[in-house]
């Protein structure tokens, strides 16, 4: 069977015999409900913003036409629980209470479109001249409110932020029988004489009454970037600052403010900390006497000028930034056992343990044997870097004790140590097997003189910076820890740990770090050993059968941070 073209209507064929009245009664209900649609407007029932009608033809393009029954002032509405917009685009219409609206279906988008008006727009009635009517998407006829008297007119026109062109003001001034360059005094229009409204005062491009401007515009220079501060650790209350310039010209230079709380605001609001004061603008600057601990907040405000008047630029990016001044250089030196509270601001420690010294040996003597004592051995010692620890935290240190040399036998070293195993030096030793033999440890103690019938040898100085004992016997000569016993291993630094001097008639004075002198005549008299140095880690000197060597020296631990 054949159809119409449009809306698909069935045609009644000659060969239909009879004709099929069927066919013809539902064209006729087609045709009906097409008429329905475009000719008749239908009353609206529902919400104001969900609209129901009686009859809908959801197909792409059919239109639906009715009248609204209340005002959806503007928010999202629907129709027969499909969603209506402007034409074009996803803002709902504005309906009013019984005006005519007229919208199509699109299917693809499954959305109603009312279509557009003759009229549109945003004006509103005041911005319109009282008596005259104009349409805009809320109603379809409004009526302006602008006076039309001259004095207001005039008032009103140009609207503010546009700009009036020679020819407009000529005519509008011709409309209103008002004379060129003139201005309302209250009473009547007079000519403006104004001495500040001059070419040099209106920008370039603008005119004001007829006057072309001619005055250059000034735009704000560019900002500063980069703001960032430095600490220092070996200054205290000190902040520098570095930061990066603009490159287009205009800057004439930069004034920098700080205060505590907050960002400064202004130029003026808390204190300099720098003013470039239109010199030439470097990229950094150091001040001190802050407060150590204290947060400071800090904003930069580069600046170029307008008729001698500073034009300041207030963009916060790059250009802010907050510093708290530690005087975080510094060391901490444990005589005695005790805690280490870490400073604020410290995240790192270096530390050197020394450990107590051995004290020297006492000898011995027989009708075989001569033997004076060895020098007891330096304390160990022992060097960590760069530990990481937490501001507040408290850290045990002990420091080991020197050993005792009477009454006999002599004792070793005790051990000094950081934070329980987290840095440990042991302390000095004893001679073990022979009492004439120095001691090892972090530098070793010298021999003592030895004599049997038939043989002797020579005692020796002690040790110095990890090195062996001396005498002439290398078999009973301290041995050294090897490596250097200065305070943290470095060159310039004060040494430690210096092993005990032999016992003998001569002299053998201790290792350079505190070891103890052994026993020994002078004047034909004998002079007793020395003790190692307190807080030295060093050894005592040797001594002789039945008197003893000298107490060993006791440890040190030394914590420093910055370096």
């Known amino acids: 069977m054949q159809t119409t073209l449009n809306f698909g209507l069935k045609k009644i064929e000659l060969s239909d015999s009879p004709p099929d009245i069927t066919v013809s009664n539902s064209n006729w209900d087609e045709v009906d409900k097409h008429l329905f649609h475009t000719a008749k407007f239908q009353k609206a029932t529902g919400t104001a913003t969900a609209i129901t009608l009686s009859s809908v033809n959801l197909t792409d393009g059919f239109v639906v036409q009715f009248i609204a029954s209340a005002d959806n002032n503007g928010v999202s509405t629907t129709i027969n629980g499909k969603s209506v917009y402007k034409e074009g685009t996803t803002v709902p219409p504005k309906l009013k209470t019984g005006k005519a609206v007229i919208a199509w279906y699109d299917a693809t988008k499954t959305c109603f ?37 001259t004095a207001d007119a005039y008032k009103h026109y140009p609207a ?105 605001t202004s130029p003026t609001d808390g204190t300099v900390f720098y003013d470039s004061s239109d010199a030439a603008l470097p990229s950094t600057f150091t001040k001190t006497g802050f407060t150590d601990g204290a947060i400071y907040y800090i904003r930069a405000f580069a600046y170029t000028y307008y008729h001698a ?47 107590g010294g051995a004290a020297g040996s006492y000898g011995q003597s027989n009708s075989y044997i001569t033997a004076y004592g060895g020098g007891g051995g330096g304390g160990y010692t022992k060097t960590i870097k760069a530990i990481g620890v937490n501001p507040g935290q408290q850290i045990p240190v002990v420091v080991g004790a020197g050993g005792i040399g009477n009454p006999a036998p002599p004792t070793n070293g005790g051990k000094s140590s950081f934070g329980g195993t987290l840095v440990v030096a042991n302390g000095g030793l004893c001679s073990e097997n022979s009492l004439d033999a120095g001691g090892d440890g972090g530098s070793g103690g010298g ?6 019938s038939g043989s002797n040898s020579t005692g020796g100085a002690g040790g110095s910076d990890g090195g062996n ?95």
């Open 160 to 264: 503010e932020n546009v700009t009036v062109t020679t020819d407009i003001n000529n005519k509008l001034c011709a409309l209103l029988s008002v004379p060129k360059n003139t201005y309302l005094n209250g009473v009547e229009w007079v000519k403006h004489e104004e001495p500040d409204l001059s070419n040099v005062n209106i920008a370039s491009g603008k005119i004001i009454l007829g006057i072309q401007g001619s005055a250059a515009v000034v735009t704000d220079c560019a900002q500063i970037t980069g703001l960032a501060a430095v600490v220092g650790f070996s200054t205290a209350g000190q902040i520098q600052l570095n930061w990066t310039n603009p490159t287009d010209g205009k800057i004439k230079g930069v004034r920098i403010m700080y205060k505590s709380g907050g960002y400064p």
């Open 469 to 563: 004992g001396g005498g002439s016997d290398s078999n009973k000569v301290g041995i050294g820890q090897g490596t250097t016993t200065r305070a943290f291993g470095e060159a310039t630094n004060t040494l430690y740990a210096g092993g005990g001097g032999g016992g003998a008639y001569i002299k053998y004075l201790g290792g350079n770090g505190g070891g103890g002198i052994g026993l020994h005549v002078e004047n034909s008299a004998q002079v007793g050993a020395t003790a190692g140095a307190t807080n030295t880690g060093g050894g005592g000197g040797g001594g002789t059968y039945g008197v003893a060597g000298g107490n060993g020296g006791s440890g040190i631990v030394i914590v420093r941070w910055g370096y």
């Open 447 to 452: 021999s003592g003189y030895y004599n049997t």
């Open 309 to 355: 008047t500073r034009r300041y630029t207030y963009v916060t990016n790059g250009a802010q930034v907050t510093a708290t001044p530690l005087q975080t250089k510094g060391q901490q030196i444990f005589t005695s056992s005790g805690t280490f509270t870490v400073p604020a601001g410290v995240t790192a420690v270096d530390v050197f343990c020394v450990g």
């Open 113 to 149: 479109f009312v279509k557009a008006s003759a009229g549109g727009g945003t004006a509103v009635a005041g911005d319109v001249l009282a008596g005259k009517t104009f349409s805009n998407d809320d109603d379809s006829e409004i009526t302006g409110t602008i006076p039309v008297t």
